[in-house]
């Protein structure tokens, strides 16, 4: 699962550093990009939301916990 959430994130915000840690049907996603500047926690979320929302459909994934940063957030 771990692999999976990581390509699809790595997939839908190109340049981005992805990881996941999974419990279960369970995950905390921590995501960092450049992509992220200029955008609302909502919508940081938003994005990495809509990268792993087929995973969310079928039932892989239950609860999800985001940390979506820019580089300079995460230093």
């Known amino acids: 699962m771990k ?3 990581t390509a699809a994130v790595a997939a839908g915000i ?3 550093s992805v990881d996941a840690v ?3 049907n369970r995950a ?5 990009s450049d992509a992220f500047a200029d955008m609302t926690r909502v919508r940081k979320q938003q994005a990495v939301y809509a990268c792993i929302q087929h995973l969310i459909a079928d039932g892989s994934l239950h ?4 940390r979506a940063l820019t580089p300079a957030e995460s230093a």
């Open 22 to 24: 999974v419990d279960g």
């Open 28 to 32: 905390t996603i921590t995501v960092v």
């Open 63 to 66: 609860a999800v916990t985001i």
């Open 14 to 16: 190109p340049g981005s």
């Open 3 to 5: 692999e999976q959430i």
